[in-house]
């Protein structure tokens, strides 16, 4: 098995490509060791001192180190952890805990946040995925569309661009309700 790591514009994450699906649906995100206790690869991968958050795309896994540690000294770790998982034949995932998509929107601006969830899974979601993560909808509020930034986004320095003049531009192109889009913490 050969893993391919590719670097992302968050300094603090890399992409890991183990050349085979990790997520057959959907993404999941563990921001801490303790989130990881539905996914046997997750906790591989957080027993190496260092990491700091786990993401999972459909064909990449996103690793975020702590600023203590290089990436030079834990990298031959990571990829050994990642290794040994899929040679173990165990699943990613126990069950289909940690699969994240957008949140549901009750209410009469329904058919607006159909067109931004459409945008996000047509124009965005694919693009940031290149880059090591996600942004799922979260909310929608008088104008303001609220975005939860996952995997190598999270933290990123240039997230706030990504999502300020990126996003927001588009959204606010195809979908005149939008005013303003903001990220959010889950």
């Not at 540690?69 to 165990?90: C, D, N, R, T």
């Amino acid at each position: 098995m050969f893993i391919q790591t590719e670097a992302t514009p968050n300094p603090a994450t890399l992409k890991f490509l183990p050349g085979q699906a990790v997520m057959s649906a959907g993404t999941a995100d563990f921001p801490s060791a303790e989130a990881a206790e539905a996914s046997p690869l997750a906790k591989r991968i957080f027993a190496t001192e260092g990491v700091a958050g786990v993401f999972f795309g459909p064909d990449f896994v996103t690793i975020t180190k702590t600023d203590a540690v290089a990436w030079e000294h834990i990298k031959p770790a990571l990829l050994g952890a990642i290794m040994e998982h899929f040679q173990s034949g165990q699943p990613v995932m126990d069950g289909d805990a940690g699969t994240v998509g957008h949140a549901e929107h009750d209410g009469e601006d329904g058919e607006i946040v159909g067109q931004i969830k459409t945008l996000l899974d047509t124009r965005v979601r694919p693009a940031v995925a290149q880059d090591g993560g996600d942004i799922t909808f979260h909310g929608f509020d008088r104008g303001v569309v609220y975005l939860h930034m996952q995997g190598a986004c999270a933290g990123c320095p240039s997230s706030t661009m990504t999502l300020k003049h990126g996003i927001e531009n588009l959204l606010r192109h195809y979908i005149p309700e939008v005013t303003e889009v903001r990220p959010v913490g889950v």
